[in-house]
């Protein structure tokens, strides 16, 4: 299994542009998420999934759209880049939905907004 | 609005000495409190956690203290060892079917010197 899987690891971007970050789970997990880690703030969730076609928002949702088409995958899409949105972001996963089973994060994406 | 406040930001230990990171929350709902541990680089991964129902937790050297009235919690790491250094995030959440946000302490980069 290689667990959850993230690209790219680093990427640059102009502010307005727009991209998309990845993130994989192989481990059949229904539960998938998107954090981003700021210094002195923590992880805060963005979005979340409970399963394939199924999406809500997290804490910070305004600038992210996800979408949730098969169990495995869970992009995060920055419509329009910001400087705020510099940070690095992690995706995570779990078994079931229920906020008490272990979540598996991948390594990260850290991403700057120029 | 920070739901779990962590402290210190930062901790030195000398090596063989106890390690001690405290959170405080809020919500009396919260009926569960992970701790999660991450290296340099890593995406978070789970230490340690624990349930309302008992006072303490404990694995190895990693033990979790557990203060309901006091709406505390804190990770004790014994005989601390340089391979602890890292950044430790405590969190919490509500079991509620549909209730799955994990909310996350703000950090503690812990470092064990020689």
């Known amino acids: 299994n290689a667990g959850v899987t993230q690209t790219p690891k680093f990427q640059v971007l102009k502010t307005g542009q727009s991209m998309t970050l990845q993130c994989a789970q192989d481990m059949n997990h229904e539960y998938m998420s998107w954090y981003r880690q700021d210094p002195g703030m923590g992880l805060r969730l963005i979005h979340y999934?409970?399963?394939?076609?199924?999406?809500d928002q997290g804490e910070v949702p305004n600038g992210y759209n996800v979408s949730r088409s098969t169990t495995e995958d869970f992009p995060l899409r920055l419509l329009s880049a910001a400087p705020s949105q510099t940070s690095v972001y992690f995706c995570a996963s779990s078994l079931q939905r229920g906020a008490h089973n272990e979540q598996f994060f991948g390594p990260g994406t850290r991403l700057t907004v120029l | 609005q920070q739901q779990v406040k962590q402290s210190p930001q930062s901790l030195i230990v000398q090596k063989g000495g106890i390690s001690i990171i405290n959170c405080a929350y809020e919500n009396t709902a919260f009926d569960y409190f992970p701790w999660y541990q991450q290296f340099p680089g890593k995406g978070p991964a789970l230490l340690i956690a624990i349930r309302p129902d008992v006072s303490e937790k404990k694995e190895g050297r990693f033990t979790i203290s557990f203060n309901k009235s006091a709406k505390q919690f804190s990770l004790h790491i014994m005989d601390s060892q340089p391979g602890d250094s890292a950044t430790y995030f405590c969190?919490?959440?509500?079991?509620?079917?549909?209730?799955?946000?994990?909310?996350f302490g703000t950090g503690t980069r812990l470092t064990i010197i020689p």
């Open positions: 969190a919490a959440s509500i079991g509620n079917f549909g209730n799955e946000k994990l909310t």
């Open positions: 999934s409970v399963g394939a076609g199924i999406t």
